[in-house]
């Protein structure tokens, strides 16, 4: 089984719609995050999560919000879909680390959202 | 000015090839830099990392940072098909990374 899986893979809205992209993770990490990738922009952070009670926006927070439901659980939402939230959203894991320890995040597989 | 800075693409490249890959960065408090590979319909996966300028080898691969001028590169000798992905260089510091916009390399046969 994925250490990190993502639902649903692909996903079709229409505009103003509520969407919720869930990511779970089975590697017993403690921080989280989501984000978006555009053809020309790469991968952009929308929220990252250091614990369960530790929630925190990225480059790219508008329009969007997150749920840390557990330590194995992080969901994004889209409250009112907009056309220009069409991409390819990533959810990722990490350890704990030290201050100047390397950070290797591990990818989900990807959500496909079309906001048409 | 974006922090990571990556050489444009597509690249196309006989199998065979050594292929050069590079990103500039502009932040100095960068702790650590890291070149992860992307196939197609996939996540992200850490090809190879290092927190100190000079050169990193893998196999195939050899990753170069250079804090001084800011410039991380990614050197892929005997290219092969399998190659054929995306690379995005990746830096940061207090557990969050920023990614360059990555590359599309393709490896013919």
């Known amino acids: 089984d994925a250490d990190v899986t993502q639902t649903p893979r692909n996903r079709i809205t229409k505009t103003g719609k509520r969407i919720m992209l869930e990511c779970s993770q089975t590697k017993g990490h403690d921080r989280?995050?989501?984000?978006?990738?555009?053809?020309?922009?790469?991968?952009?952070?929308?929220?990252?999560?250091?614990?369960?009670?530790?929630?925190?926006?990225?480059?790219?927070?508008?329009?969007?919000?997150?749920?840390?439901?557990?330590?194995?659980?992080?969901?994004?939402?889209?409250?009112?879909?907009?056309?220009?939230?069409?991409?390819?959203?990533?959810?990722?894991?990490?350890?704990?680390?030290?201050?100047?320890?390397?950070?290797?995040?591990?990818?989900?597989?990807?959500?496909?959202?079309?906001?048409? | 000015q974006k922090e990571v800075e990556q050489d444009p693409g597509p690249l196309s490249v006989p199998e065979g090839a050594i292929v050069s890959l590079n990103c500039t960065y502009s932040n100095s408090a960068f702790q650590y830099f890291m070149w992860y590979r992307q196939y197609s319909r996939k996540g992200p996966e850490l090809l190879m990392y290092t927190y100190s300028s000079g050169n990193k080898e893998d196999g195939r691969f050899t990753a170069q940072v250079d804090k001084s001028s800011k410039y991380i590169s990614l050197f892929i000798r005997d290219s092969q098909p399998s190659d054929s992905a995306t690379y995005l260089c990746a830096t940061g510091a207090n557990s969050k990374l920023t990614f360059g916009k990555g590359i599309t390399l393709s490896v013919r046969p």
């Open chain 1, 32 to 116: 989280m995050y989501w984000y978006r990738q555009d053809p020309g922009l790469g991968l952009r952070l929308i929220y990252y999560s250091f614990d369960v009670k530790d929630i925190n926006k990225g480059e790219i927070s508008d329009g969007y919000s997150v749920s840390r439901q557990a330590q194995a659980k992080f969901s994004l939402s889209l409250e009112s879909a907009i056309p220009n939230q069409t991409a390819l959203y990533f959810c990722a894991t990490s350890d704990r680390t030290a201050d100047r320890s390397y950070n290797e995040q591990f990818f989900g597989p990807g959500t496909r959202l079309t906001v048409l």
